[in-house]
């Protein structure tokens, strides 16, 4: 869909600024609910992105990915 398509386009661009991005900051930021779908996307158009595991103040684990140099 457009919405989706515009979704991994922002999402691709903040990655290639430098930046890394977190589920909470997509959604907070860009309205992007489902990172890790665009994730998956933007990995089968060949885009080089790493996932790193974080752990929040209570324990929580998630996911922060960045574009790989």
Known sequence: ???TQ???????RHLKQGKTIT???AY?????YRLSAR???LREDKYDILTS???DERGRMYAEYSLRD
């Not at 515009?6 to 691709?12: E, G, H």
């Open 6 to 12: 515009t979704q991994r386009n922002t999402i691709l």
């Open 39 to 41: 994730i998956h996307e």
């Open 1 to 3: 869909s457009t919405q």
């Open 53 to 55: 595991y974080k752990t």
């Open 28 to 32: 907070i930021v860009y309205g992007v």
């Open 23 to 25: 589920p909470m900051k």
